[in-house]
């Protein structure tokens, strides 16, 4: 049975991707040391079971790997012909089989293998079969494609983009809810409903989200995805120095089943600032169109994401339009511009108060004001960050006591 399913490893075709999975790659290394000899069958059968310790549940582990794996299956919004289906259906039954091996399975044939140290061979570390996989051909793997997604954007909700042509899943996002961020109900109302409408496939427009520093402009987006994660929607990060990465990321996301947040977080440019140009056009104006599945939400401190000085107002009316013109050429691209700007006194006691009840602080209501209107004098101001932060305080300080 070994030798079978280790020659039927070698031939892996759809999932052929897999071969290079660590864990797969444990199991070939102890099939192959079953033909050297009991130094190699032990080093490597000491590595697989390290391996399955450390993972626990082998079975999600390959179903993962099959999840993120990208292969005929799922490179094409077409359905693949029968021979596809009928290789997945094979590569299934291999990782099936592999699976159903336990570590006593693996000893059973090395005692065979290595008679003059069988006696050795017992007592040995041992692990159970994994769980198989929900599927067994190549038509229910395609079904669960299509239901699922797959592919590299499958391993994450939330990436980023760390440098030229490379994305990273993020291993530790954010993870705030719309129901930690009480207050400015009307801005938050206008992401969703066009979230909610991008998600049903309709016309979805950018949002530039501008206003003070500290209003949970960045918290909301991420918040959002978060909610509506389950139904397929991403975000990538892309830091506003590369955006002359957005074409290729265009072409990434586009082959992919989910639908994405592109998300540029503290958008501001220089006059002369060649990025600036750059995402004009990519927003609307350039020659390759946004993928249907991609909308752009932005953040920003300033509406016009230029900085001004008084001297580029300086000159003749021709100049001066010009000038005023380029600045506002990129905010007016994003189809929604919403403003989050500083909270009154009445609006950030409001989100005082429901944070207050959200973490069980106990104060009465009016030293709690008197507290938290110290605390934003004493910080940079009335703001939902603030807020956040004098609750987080007297938690702490509430511990400490």
């Known amino acids: 049975m070994q030798k079978q399913l280790q020659i039927h490893l070698s031939f892996l075709s759809v999932l052929g991707g897999l071969a290079e999975d660590p864990l797969v790659q444990r199991y070939r290394a102890v099939l192959e ?3 050297n000899d009991s130094a190699a069958f032990g080093a490597a059968y000491g590595a697989l079971c390290r391996a399955v310790y450390q993972i626990g549940d082998i079975g999600q582990a390959i179903l993962e790997a099959v999840h ?17 289906l009928d290789a997945a259906t094979h590569d299934l039954s291999v990782l099936n089989n592999l699976l159903a091996m336990s570590g006593e399975d693996f000893l059973k044939d090395a005692r065979k293998t290595f008679p003059g140290i069988a006696e050795y061979l017992t007592g040995l570390p041992d692990f159970p079969a994994g769980r198989p996989l929900p599927f067994s051909t190549g038509e229910e793997l395609a079904g669960y494609y299509r239901e699922n997604g797959c592919g590299f954007f499958a391993r994450a909700n939330a990436f980023v983009v760390r440098a030229d042509h490379d994305i990273r899943p993020v291993a530790h996002p954010d993870p705030i809810r719309l129901t930690d961020l009480p207050g400015y109900e009307r801005q938050k109302k206008a992401i969703l409903t066009n979230t909610l409408a991008f998600l049903a496939g309709k016309a979805a427009n950018n949002i530039l ?34 955006v002359k990465m957005f074409p290729w990321l265009c072409e990434r996301i586009a082959a992919s089943p989910f639908r ?38 932005a953040t920003s401190n300033r509406r016009h994401l230029v900085r001004e000085s008084f001297s580029s107002r300086q000159g003749d009316e021709i100049h001066l339009r010009d000038t005023l013109e380029t600045a506002t050429s990129l905010s007016d691209r994003f189809g ?6 500083v909270p009154d006194k009445d609006e950030y006691l409001y989100i005082v108060d429901e944070l207050a009840e959200e973490y069980g602080v106990g104060l009465p209501t009016e030293e709690l004001h008197l507290l938290a209107e110290r605390f934003a004098l004493r910080r940079s101001g009335r703001s939902p960050r603030t807020a956040r932060q004098f609750i987080s305080q007297h938690l702490a300080e509430m511990h400490q006591g």
């Open 33 to 35: 040391a079953l033909k």
């Open 68 to 84: 993120c794996d990208e292969n005929a299956l799922n490179a094409q919004r077409k359905a693949p012909p029968q021979h596809v």
């Open 209 to 242: 989200l501008y206003g003070d520093k500290g209003t949970g402009k960045s918290s909301t987006v991420k918040a959002i995805v978060n909610e509506y994660a389950p139904r397929g929607l991403k975000i990538v990060e892309l830091p506003p120095k590369m």
């Open 260 to 297: 994405f947040i592109v998300f540029l977080d503290d958008l501001s440019f220089d006059q002369e600032d060649e990025n600036f140009a750059a995402l004009k056009a990519f927003i609307e104006g350039g020659l390759a169109g946004r993928p249907d599945n991609l909308v752009i939400y």
């Open 336 to 341: 929604l511009e919403i403003t989050f700007s």
